[in-house]
């Protein structure tokens, strides 16, 4: 098979490359394809992966090419992940700063940021999409694109079910919950539901009863992992839920945008900084062998180290446990997405795909986040119970915002534009809807089809 990554230059790209090698299976990846807008990104990045195959003594090691040729990249390709990143870090950076300084959240995916950040990957994603409707009408499309439920959303005007959204964080959730209950991750069923970056596990399942209500009893265990210490044991009670970690920006806002802008730098400027740093090590000519991938692995390690360190410092709950620093694993869902497809090995995933009938306070086009039956036809979301009102509020409020920012990004409407930030429940003012969409229109050249 044949696997073509979008924003192939991107730091996360040898996480996939690492489950790459160790997949030994009858029709496995055997050619990778990197496609970037940035050369120097794709040279550092050809270089760690190369070092990462020879640490491995693979010897039928998936082949490496790189391109700046979007058309090129796409010919051929069986799947295509989906990983870039519009304005960069740099952007992203911009996006926190703006939206502090107006009082409100600039987080990547969560209110006015993720807003920001919408409306200037939408219409590059629709292009894309419609590029690979063109280019590789057969191939199948794994969106890792923040925000991701937006994302998928976007592509799957152009491509149907023939797309599907991956986050690590209700993963990683899962893994910690089943761990602590003491069962094997892969033996629980995970009632997980909402939307990207705003869902809930309100049940897990071993061997057909559900383990969660042993857990929220017992305080001791709630408070000996991330979201348990972040939430703290008192109001995951109350919800009877597990909330992932992202809903810490809605339940405890205030707290969060106080220790955002005391904080020395956003995680975006941390990110930019350190990244510069990465890119210029790793793409240096005449490093010993190895160099390239020693980097890579200095960086991710301070990285998942300081990951959410304002949220822990709302939450006053200190650095991460060793045990949190292990990542929700996406890189291995997705190698299990396509291995379902590929070869109709039948998985649960969860995954971000249509809505169809599965939840009844959205329309079917809506891209939700639930687990999904996965076989040779694509990812089938299970039905699961509906959301209590308080859940239901926020997933229909935030819904309508993203409906807001895909209707801006199709017609190019001021007016939808500042309806998005208007409407999202951490935004608290037209006024400071309308200044935000000012101060981003005036920051980033990508927003210039607004008017």
Not at 123 to 147: D, L, Q
Not at 165 to 170: E, F, K, L, Q
Not at 316 to 324: A, F, L, P, Q, T
Not at 395 to 413: I, P, Y
Request: with cysteine.
């Amino acid at each position: 098979m044949r696997l073509t990554i979008l924003g192939g230059g991107g730091f996360r790209v040898p996480l996939v490359y690492g489950a790459l090698l160790g997949d030994h299976a009858e029709g496995r990846v055997s050619h990778v394809t990197l496609y970037d807008e940035d050369p120097a990104r794709l040279t550092a990045m050809a270089r760690v992966l190369h070092d990462q195959a020879e640490a491995a003594g693979v010897s039928d090691a998936p082949a490496v090419t790189a391109t700046t040729d979007l058309d090129e990249a796409l010919r051929g390709a069986d799947f295509v992940f989906s990983a870039i990143r519009v304005g960069g870090l740099e952007g992203r950076a911009a996006d926190e700063r703006i939206a502090l300084a107006e009082g409100v959240l600039g987080q990547e995916t969560v209110g006015a940021g993720g807003i920001a950040y919408g409306l200037r990957t939408v219409p590059v994603a629709r292009a894309i999409a419609r590029r690979i409707a063109r280019s590789a009408p057969e191939a199948w499309v794994i969106n890792f694109t923040n925000p991701a439920g937006l994302v998928t959303e976007a592509m799957a005007e152009e491509l149907g079910e023939r797309v599907i959204g991956i986050c690590d964080s209700p993963v990683g959730l899962g893994r910690r919950i089943a761990r602590l209950l003491g069962a094997r991750p892969e033996e629980a069923w995970i009632d997980y539901v909402g939307l990207n970056h705003l869902g809930w596990v309100r049940g897990l399942r071993i061997g057909g009863r559900d383990e969660l209500p042993r857990l929220l009893a017992d305080t001791k265990a709630l408070e000996s992992f991330e979201e348990g210490r972040l939430f703290g044991a008192e109001w995951l009670r109350s919800l009877g839920a597990i909330p992932n970690e992202y809903l810490h920006y809605y339940y405890f806002n205030r707290d969060t945008v106080r220790a955002y802008q005391e904080a020395e730098q956003t995680r975006g400027a941390f990110l930019r900084d350190q990244q510069r740093g990465f890119y210029a090590e790793a793409g240096r000519a005449g490093r010993p062998a190895g160099a390239a991938l020693a980097a890579w692995d200095r960086t991710r390690a301070e990285r998942e180290a300081t990951y959410m360190a304002e949220n822990r410092e709302a939450a006053g709950v200190g650095e991460r446990d060793e045990s949190d620093l292990e990542s929700g694993g996406y890189e291995k869902v997705a190698l299990a997405l396509m291995r379902a497809i590929a070869r109709d090995e039948r998985a649960t995933l969860i995954l971000n795909v249509r809505n169809g009938s599965t939840l009844s306070v959205l329309d079917a086009a809506a891209v939700i986040e639930v687990p999904c039956l996965v076989d040779a036809n694509g990812a089938h979301p299970v039905g699961v119970a509906q959301l209590p009102l308080h859940a239901a509020g926020l997933v229909t409020a935030v819904k309508a915002v993203e409906r807001e920012v895909l209707a801006a990004a199709a017609s190019g409407s001021r007016a939808a534009a500042v309806k998005a930030f208007a409407l999202h429940p951490l935004v608290d003012s037209v006024a400071v809807a309308r200044r935000l969409l000012d101060g981003y229109a005036a920051e980033h050249p990508g927003l210039a089809y607004l008017r």
